[in-house]
């Protein structure tokens, strides 16, 4: 049976406090880098917005790194702001937490379901996968996708991850008949 897949509609916003106006999203945009060479070292960040009032921030991904430690495609890739480092570093875990930001997936991803996809008899087994690491609630994405109410999910789901408990990584869970 195909998979319902979680896919990225855009980039996620990021939940990052503004030093001036105290608001708390800002963005990347189109996704710019900044490179910075000192002698051998090199600086590199990705530029971040206020959304409120246009601030412009930066966050670290390398911070005096020799040159020679740098791929020479990667060091391309900050100077060209390529789109897809700009994701790929977006979206890395070690920056967040190195810079002290959490993403903000509100409306920047959806669920896709294969038409036609319970053509078959029950127990219905459902596997899902993350083309990209959409934090979601089983319980809730079961529930939307379903068009169940959350107290049907916990009671018609049988799941190989905990219902509750948000993650990024696929899981399977099988629907048993309703009354
Ligand atoms: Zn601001």
Excluded at 19 to 46: H, Q
Excluded at 93 to 122: H, K, M
Excluded at 139 to 161: F, H, P, T, Y
Aim: glycine letters at 6%.
């Amino acid at each position: 049976m195909l998979p319902w897949v979680v896919r990225r509609t855009r980039l996620p916003l990021l939940s990052l406090r503004c030093v001036d106006c105290r608001s708390e999203t800002a963005t990347t945009g189109e996704g710019r880098f900044r490179v910075n060479a000192n002698g051998k070292l090199l600086d590199v960040w990705l530029l971040v917005r206020c959304v409120s009032c246009g601030r412009t921030g930066k966050l670290t991904v390398h911070e005096r790194t020799p040159v020679r430690s740098l791929d020479p495609a990667e060091l391309d890739g900050y100077r060209a702001n390529d789109p897809e480092l700009v994701t790929a570093r977006l979206l890395d875990p070690l920056l967040a937490r190195r810079n002290r930001f959490t993403l903000d997936w509100t409306g920047a991803w959806r669920l896709d379901i294969p038409a036609a996809w319970l053509d078959e008899g029950w127990p219905v087994r459902v596997r899902v996968v993350f083309d990209d690491p959409v934090p979601v609630r089983p319980e809730r994405l079961i529930a939307q996708g379903l068009g169940l109410s959350r107290n049907e999910v916990l009671r018609r789901i049988k799941c190989d991850v905990p219902l509750r408990r948000s993650t990024s990584t696929g899981f399977t869970f099988t629907v048993m008949a309703g009354d």
